[in-house]
């Protein structure tokens, strides 16, 4: 089911996304009842960078409510696991996967300006944030920073300051607390929200505080803004999500078997599914060597470090760069980190399980031939139960790949008008990458736009 995503990741770079939805639509059959829930995500997410941000949410509604059914199911397919491995399970999606699934459909409604439809989703991101929380053990992953500032944006555009506060605060605190996960600096745009919402409801105490508090972006005017201005703000999609791969450990029991570990490694390198029939069959046969196979993320660094924006009427000109809010790589390796024990634990039960299991296969075989065969069908036997054990040990690398690696945002108030905007994407040497982007926009009094930029190189 992987073949697809090929396809599709040169599409997305190459600013192709109509061609990654039919990639996707393609390989449908392919990713099977199984992964019923990542065709829906991918499905879904590609429809939203196609600008077809409502077919999207049809997707992705179906996406949201097959989360709760697949958990009701999960200890007794996780039971059966232990027998086979996690890839044969339905794919549930990690946490952070679920909250993002109600993060697109809100960018999807603002992208439309159904506002109130937005804010049904940030409900709905409070509401399984609260469930994350109570379900988490310890300093498992159970709040989202960007998902938290996403609501308090929306509620701001829509007037309700209050509700914008608390989820502005709920925010700073995540940031806060994610600080040794995250690799997100404080957003600037944050301290700044802070500031203006607690001038606009005169929280005089609060906005001394977070005067106080943040020093760097205080000297800035913080007044409410002027219900006349209108308003714009640049969501910047940037690099690819952390995929999965296998990493195969190879446990020897005796010191021959380290020995021809050692030789094979240094012949064939690192294990992969593409060398695991061969290592199958000679480890099946020297019968003292055990495999665990577990999921390890392979990071795809962006090379934008943030974009510039430019808006002129000719006359005026109103500058902003975007920041980032959210490496969605560094969120995937938390949810990974924090299941990882019960997948070691998991993996070696099982292990240890299909090795007894093909151990009995050959006593079971001696035990069915005449005297004269039972050494040699016995060895047969088990040899290729083992090699069976070996050919079929993986880990489950499933995951949400359509994803971008990070998101960053701006936001400028401007005066009602019409504008030409410029956007252009900066590395990290501060060199432009690419041609710049150029379009028309026209801002009624208190419109609020939101634009989409993508790059997933």
Known sequence: MYAH?????????????????????????DYGRNNHLLYLMDYGMVLHLAGRYQESNTVLEEAHYLVDDLYTARLRDQASALLVNEAQLPYEGEPYEHVLINVIKALNYALLKNWNEALVEARRIDHKLNVLSDRAEGDEYKEDPFARYLTGMLYEITGDWNNAYVAYRKAEAVYDEARAWDKVPFPDELKRDLIRVASALHL????????????????????????????????????????????????????DALQLVVLAKAAGGRSTRSTRVGEA???????????????RLVH??????????????????????????????????????????????????????????????????????????????????????????????????????????????????????????????????????????????????????????????
């Open 281 to 295: 069959l000679l480890y099946g046969i020297h019968g003292q060597i055990a495999r665990v196979a577990l999921p």
């Open 204 to 255: 005089a105490d609060d906005l001394e505080q977070y005067r106080t508090k943040y020093p760097e972006v205080a000297s800035e005017p913080f007044s409410a803004p002027d219900a006349e201005m209108a308003q714009l703000i640049v969501i910047s999609y940037n690099g690819r999500s952390p995929q999965k791969e296998d990493l195969f450990i190879d446990v020897p029991i005796s010191l």
């Open 300 to 457: 795809q660094r962006t090379t934008i470090a943030y974009s510039t924006i430019q808006l002129t009427d000719g006359t005026h000109t109103f500058n902003a760069h975007s920041q980032r809010l959210y490496d969605i790589g560094a969120v995937a390796e938390k949810n990974l980190d924090d299941g990882y024990n019960r997948l070691v634990l998991r993996a070696v039960a099982r292990t240890a399980m299909k090795m007894a299991a093909a151990e009995g296969v050959g006593i079971g075989a001696r035990a069915a031939v005449d005297k004269n065969s039972q050494g040699w069908v016995g060895l047969l036997a088990a040899i290729l139960a083992r090699i069976f054990v070996f050919a079929t040990e993986e880990a489950d690398i499933r995951s949400w790949r359509t994803l971008p690696g990070e998101i960053q945002l701006a936001r400028l108030w401007i005066p009602a008008g019409s504008y030409s905007v410029l956007l252009n994407a900066v590395d990290h040497q501060g060199k432009v990458l690419g041609s710049s982007k150029t379009e028309q926009l026209s801002f009624q009094s208190g419109e609020v736009r939101l634009v989409l930029e993508q790059h997933f190189e």
């Open 5 to 29: 995503y090929g396809g599709v990741e040169r599409s997305l770079i190459a600013g192709k996304p109509e061609r990654a939805v039919e990639l996707i639509q393609e390989a449908g059959d």
